[in-house]
Structures are given as C-alpha cells and as structure tokens.
T-cell receptor, first 114, second 116 residues
C-alpha cells in the first residue's frame, strides 16, 4: 500500500534554532517528492519538488534531501523564524502517475517560540 | 494573478441542508482538484478535472457529493444532504500540465465547513 509517514507529528523549537523534519514513503514506482508549507487557515504552498535523480534542493532557509534508495526525505530549516510556524506536508507522486496520483503525509506541525 | 479563489471562506449549516462550494482556478490552468482536509485523515483528493472533464472521482465519499466544472474558470462542489461528518476544510487547487511531470499545484485558501 502506498503510504507517506511523517515525523515528528509536532515540534516546538526556539527562534533561531535549526530543525529537521522527516518523511518516509512506500510509494513505488516513484516520480517526485514535494514539501508543502501550510500556515494556519491557509492553503498549502509548495516549498520544493524533487525528482528521483535529485538528492537535495534548497529554497532559502529550507533544504530538502531525498534518498530514493531508502525512500526517505528530510526538510531542514535553518535559523528558524517565528513565521516558520506552520504545518509541513510531504507529498509523493508515483512514476507516470496522473496529476491526481499524489500521496499526502499528515504533516508535521512546527511551532517556533521567541 | 489573484491565485485560486474559493467561496465562501466559512460555511455553517444544519444537517440535511445543501451546501455548495465554489472555486475559480488560475487562468490558463487546465487541471482542477478538490481536496478535503481533516485532522484525522489529512488532505484527501476528492475529484479532479482536466479541461473541464472529470478524470477521477474515486475519492468522492458517497453519492451525497457531486462536482461540476461547466467552464474553464469555474467549478462547484455540492453536498446534499450534508451531515456533521462532512465538517472539514475543503480546498480547491489548480495546475497546468506543462512539459514536466513535476507540475505545481496551487491551492486556494479553503472553505471551512461546519455542519451542525
């Protein structure tokens, strides 16, 4: 069964600290993996999209890594800011799948405290 | 571009009533998606359209749910009759096929539905 598991479910860190969110998936075959940021009361916004041939991709203070062999991805946030408080959702697409073939994780809720 | 537009932003209704959610996709996008998000189940795809034609509605929970896309700039999701377990945030998203498999989906702000 195609699944996307994220950990931890929630995380609290102090402003300025770094953190890493994890995503494990069982989707096969695999096409791409994306990380979304969802602020409270808003729709998800894409941070990164990585294909199976990409190991890392950055978007400002956000760096995503992908290990297609172990089917693991991580999202590293550097020098966290209060505005990073949000849910982060990992989404995996199967190879050759239609645009509707996205498997969503349940997200990690990050709280950045001053 | 204004992005994906959804209305209403909040809807409170009584069990048994009909509910209609509306979506205007980004101009030029040929894919439109309806999602439902709950704390327990996260984001779930309900149905999606390509060039106004429904492609996959296997995520629609039951016959009480229906969706239409009469033209490229408008779609509706209707629940009739509504039940308390339909309470959730409903998102509309749109995308363009482009030339890559790494298409980007753009989400609207969502409609928070509460059925009492």
């Amino acid at each position: 069964k195609n699944q996307v598991e994220q950990s931890p479910q929630s995380l609290i860190i102090l402003e300025g600290k770094n953190c890493t969110l994890q995503c494990n998936y069982t989707v096969s075959p695999f096409s791409n993996l994306r990380w979304y940021k969802q602020d409270t009361g808003r729709g998800p916004v894409s941070l990164t999209i990585m294909t199976f041939s990409e190991n890392t991709k950055s978007n400002g203070r956000y760096t995503a890594t992908l290990d297609a062999d172990t089917k693991q991805s991580s999202l590293h946030i550097t020098a966290s800011q209060l505005s990073d408080s949000a849910s982060y959702i990992c989404v995996v697409s199967g190879y050759g799948g239609s645009q509707g073939n996205l498997i969503f994780g349940k997200g990690t809720k990050l709280s950045v405290k001053p | 571009d204004a992005g994906v537009i959804q209305s209403p932003r909040h809807e409170v209704t009584e069990m048994g009533q009909e509910v209609t959610l509306r979506c205007k996709p980004i101009s030029g996008h040929d894919y439109l998606f309806w999602y439902r998000q709950t704390m327990m189940r996260g984001l779930e795809l309900l149905i999606y359209f390509n060039n106004n034609v429904p492609i996959d509605d296997s995520g629609m929970p039951e016959d009480r749910f229906s969706a239409k896309m009469p033209n490229a700039s408008f779609s509706t999701l209707k629940i009739q009759p509504s039940e308390p377990r339909d309470s959730a945030v409903y998102f509309c998203a749109s995308s363009s096929a482009g030339t890559s498999d790494s298409y980007e989906q753009y989400f609207g702000p969502g409609t928070r539905l509460t059925v009492t």
